[in-house]
């Protein structure tokens, strides 16, 4: 018998089945999972996706039908969680290679279902089966949920180094990092595209204790001297922040040291993050990314105003 899909009609239709099978799946997991720890994990970047991937797959049929659907679909729920806030640019654009992993596995998966379990049955008996196997999914899902929930929300941390030489004494460069009236370097791919970017920063008072705020294109950072040491180092710990489309990750600490060499000066900046987010192996890379751009932006507003000086 030959094969025939859950749908019938044009190959429209089996698009706008399609598609509405793989943004209504994708969409609704993902509120239906949503932590508002900001915690995500393999539940919500590849068992999701593979679901998605799997339930379009048992209602159409061809890899290139499957294929648009799933792109479509993605398409739509990309849009819906950008324009309501519910994620930011740089998120979905990092996640998508997982999520697409996932759907295409989900897809494999889903074809192969099809074949050894619906082919040669009645159109009412494949679309029965179709939908009774969709229809248990999300309750795999909220299972998988509860079970990694635990294990996502205990905060990851990291702590990442760059490094800049400068052609200036330590005093000058230790006067530079107190206060920055303005950062002018020219913005890199991630920032453009929605990474935090840093515009000026203020030193209120000195000395342990005293309040540096970092102020952003949009929200700021507020940090706490620990250490304070001219000009040879400083430390800051994190007290506040408010800086927009990252809930899964936070900010623990940050320092500078000042190391004077052969006439110039090593400048040593530090940051420790914490983080929400899982697999480990996929985001740390991509987290230490994002914290050494706004390093490289800050530095190179450092290396303009202090290269030359003496």
Known sequence: MPVRPVYEGSLWKGLVVGTTVAHAMGLGGFYLIQDKTGAMGWVLFLLLPLFTGFATALMVVGSKLITASLFMGLIICTLVLLMTGAEGLVCVLMSTPLIAAGLAIGAALGSLTRRKLLNGRPLGTQRFLSLLLIGVLPFFIMGANSIEEKSRRTLRKQMVEDRLVVDASP??????????????????????????????????????????????????????????????????????????????????????????????????????????????????????????TEHEFLFDELSRRLNGAK
Request: with cysteine.
């Open 171 to 292: 005093e000058r460069a230790w006067e530079q990092l107190k206060n920055i009236d303005k950062v002018t370097s020219k913005k890199g791919l991630l920032m453009t595209i929605g990474l935090p970017v840093p515009v000026r920063c203020t030193m209120e008072g000195e000395g342990v204790g005293a309040k540096r705020t970092c102020y952003f294109e949009k929200g700021h950072i507020e940090e706490r001297v620990t250490e304070w040491n001219p000009p040879k180092s400083m430390k800051f710990e994190i007290t506040d922040f408010d800086v927009p489309g990252r809930p899964w990750l936070s900010f623990k600490d940050a320092s500078y040291d000042l190391v004077r060499e052969n006439g110039k000066t090593l400048i040593i900046r530090k940051t420790t993050i914490l983080s929400r987010l899982s697999p480990v192996f996929y985001w740390q890379p991509l987290e230490r990314m994002g914290v050494e």
